[in-house]
Each structure stands twice: as C-alpha cells, then as structure tokens.
C-alpha cells in the first residue's frame, strides 16, 4: 500500500522568504508519481507540481520546485520568494501506474505568509 | 471556465436522510473521484469510476455508494446519513490512456460540497 506522511500541521513564513514544505512517502511500486496540490481558502485544489519516479532532474514550475531524494522517499516541495497570495492548505499525493490513477494524499500542511 | 462542478457548495441535512452528491465534468474524462477532506486526516478516496456504470471502492467506501449513468457525472450517494459523516466532499476527474509517468493526467478538482449531519 502506499503512503504519504505530511509532517508539519501548519506554518509561518516571512514574505519574500522561501519556504520548503516537508513530504514522505512509502510505496512498494517501482514506478509511481509524486504531486503537490493547493488549496486556497476558497477550497478548490489547484495542481502545482509533479515528479516521476524515473526522472532524474527535479521538476519545477515557477516558483515551485520539487526536491525528490528518492533514496530517502522524499519529495519536499519548495517554494521560493513566497507570496501573500501562497497562504493556503498544500498537500502532497502519490499515484500508482495501475489502474485509474487514483491518487493518495497527505494530512496537509497549512502554510500562512506573513507580511 | 469551469470544469467540474459540484452542485451543492453547503448542505445541512439530518441523520438518517439519503443525499446525493451531484458531480459534472465537461472535459470527456474517463475518471471519476469522490474523496472525503477532513482536518489532520487529508483527503481520503470513497470511490471512483473508471468507466460508464463502472465502479471501485477507495479506501473508506462503508455508509456510501456511487452512480454513473453518464460519463459527465457521477454521483455520490449516503444511503442514509450519520453524523459521522459531516465533512468536505471533492469530486475529482482525469482522463484516461496516457501513463501517470508522464504527468498529464492530473486530477482536476471541483470546489467540494461541505455536509453537515445533524
């Protein structure tokens, strides 16, 4: 079975700084990809980043980026020169080649800018 | 612009009743999700739906169940309500036949139902 564990419940972060959001993962699966998701107040989840299992640079999009340590089934998402508006719930998920893509997620951390 | 909708943003219901959780996708995807987001716990998968009139359980199916006559909706179903059951409800899609390896099949979320049992 696979599994995601979320570590930090809630945290605080200075405008402008970076920030970098903890995520470990268990799995049997040799092949599997790694995401991170948004939730923002308003409670949609909006999709940021992904990493698959087989590749070999760290993936990023913008501001975000995904530090993967595979050896150490982590998957830490950075986030640099944070931003009031990055203030919301962030999850980390794992899916599974097989079937219908389902994903697994974490407990959450909720990330609060401050000004 | 919106691509999964949910149709109940708050519902307040009594225990005992049956609900129906109504999701819509207009992006032709095959996959269908329905999880369960609670505080400390994440989001949890109830059920999901591969194909018209196909089904799986997800992780903590007991005290649901799913319909899906069309491929734009699926619907989740509470038989009959528990109080243990007041949460956040997502509905998710994606699409189907392209490997999870590459990335494009993200879910896409709608902006959930939030049930309160009484």
């Known amino acids: 079975a696979q599994k995601i564990t979320q570590t930090q419940p809630g945290m605080f972060v200075q405008e402008k700084e970076a920030v970098t959001l903890d995520c470990t993962y268990d799995?049997?699966?040799?092949?599997?990809?790694l995401f991170w998701y948004k939730q923002p107040s308003s409670g949609e989840m909006i999709f940021l980043i992904y990493?698959?299992?087989?590749?070999?640079q760290n993936a990023t999009e913008g501001r975000y980026s995904l530090n993967f340590q595979k050896a150490r089934k982590s998957a830490n998402l950075v986030i640099s020169a944070s931003q009031l508006g990055d203030s919301a719930m962030y999850f980390c998920a794992m899916g599974q080649i097989q079937g219908a893509q389902k994903l697994v997620f974490g407990q959450g951390t909720r990330l609060t800018i401050n000004p | 612009d919106v691509k999964v909708t949910q149709s109940s943003r708050y519902l307040v219901k009594r225990t005992g009743e049956k609900v129906f959780l109504e999701c819509v996708q207009d992006?032709?995807?095959?996959?269908m999700f329905w999880y369960r987001q609670d505080p400390g716990l994440g989001l949890r998968l109830i059920y999901f739906?591969?194909?018209?009139?196909?089904?799986e359980k997800g992780d903590i199916p007991e005290g649901y169940s799913v319909s899906r006559e069309k491929k734009e909706r699926f619907s989740l179903i509470l038989e009959s309500a528990s109080t243990n059951q007041t949460s956040m409800y997502l509905c998710a899609s994606s699409g189907a036949g392209t490997s999870i390896l590459s990335g494009a099949n993200v879910l896409t979320f709608g902006a959930g139902s939030r049930l309160t049992v009484l």
């Open positions: 990493q698959g299992s087989y590749d070999q």
């Open positions: 992006m032709d995807h095959e996959n």
């Open positions: 739906s591969y194909d018209v009139k196909m089904k």
């Open positions: 799995t049997s699966d040799p092949s599997y990809g």
